[in-house]
C-alpha cells in the first residue's frame, strides 16, 4: 500500500497489533527520554498532537529519505483535567474514580515525519463510563495493573466490559491509535509522492 518504510516509533502492544492489522510492513524504533510536558494553555486536541510532534523530532534527522515514522500519544480529558499515565496505583484509583458514572474525552495525536514531510493530527472520542463501586475500581487496577495506559484504563480489558455504558467515536482511538484516520492519512502521503 504504501511507498514509505514505516517505522513505528512505540513500544506499545496495542499500536503494534493495529499497525500489523493493515498488513503493512513496518519496524519498531524507540528512542528513551524524550520529554512528554506541554505549554498549560493547550486545548485537549492540541496536547496529544504537540506531544506526538516533539516525539517525531526526535526521529527526523536519523531518517533515510524513504522512511516515514508515525508517532503517537493518548490522553484521556476529564473535567478540565488532562488524565495521563497514572504514577501509581492510588493515581490509577484517584483516575478511575473521577471517570467514573461520567462522560469523559480520550484524545490521540498523531505525527507523520519524513525527510521533507511533517504531517500531524488528533482524534477525539467521547465515553461514557457507569458508576464504578470501590470493588470494581480495586479489582481492575489489582488484577490488570493499567500503569501503562493513560486514564488509568484500557477499554479493551475488563474494566471496559464492565464499566463503557456508551462511545462515540473511534474504538480504537481509545485503544490509543485511531487506525482507519492512520490508514486514510498514509493513503492520502501516498498520493501525494506520486
Known amino acids: 500500500m504504501t511507498k514509505y518504510k514505516i517505522i513505528l516509533a512505540s513500544n506499545s502492544p496495542r499500536r503494534k497489533q493495529l499497525l500489523s492489522g493493515l498488513g503493512i510492513p513496518f519496524e519498531v524504533r524507540v528512542l528513551d527520554g524524550i520529554d512528554e510536558s506541554f505549554p498549560s494553555d493547550m486545548t485537549m486536541e492540541e496536547i496529544p498532537k504537540y ?5 517525531a523530532d526526535v526521529y527526523a534527522g536519523s531518517l533515510a529519505d524513504d ?26 484509583y484517584r483516575m478511575l474514580r473521577k471517570l467514573s458514572g461520567k462522560h ?11 525527510k521533507k514531510l ?9 465515553v461514557t463510563f457507569k458508576d464504578l463501586s470501590d470493588d470494581e475500581i480495586n479489582f481492575y487496577i489489582d ?9 488509568a484504563y484500557g477499554i479493551q480489558e475488563w474494566i471496559g466490559y464492565i464499566g463503557v455504558t456508551g462511545i462515540h467515536g473511534s474504538y480504537f482511538n481509545v485503544m490509543g491509535f ?17
Open 143 to 151: 488484577n490488570y495493573k493499567p500503569f501503562d495506559k493513560a486514564g
Open 67 to 92: 522512511e516515514l515514522v508515525i508517532t503517537a500519544d493518548t490522553i484521556v480529558y476529564c473535567d478540565g483535567e488532562v488524565l495521563g499515565k497514572p504514577k501509581d496505583r492510588d493515581d490509577a
Open 178 to 194: 485511531p487506525i482507519q484516520r492512520v490508514y486514510e492519512e498514509l493513503k492520502m502521503l501516498d498520493k501525494l509522492k506520486s
Open 118 to 126: 511533517h504531517h500531524e493530527f488528533s482524534v477525539v472520542t467521547e
Open 51 to 55: 506531544i506526538a510532534s516533539r516525539k
Open 104 to 114: 469523559h474525552h480520550v484524545v490521540t495525536g498523531v505525527c507523520l515525519v519524513g
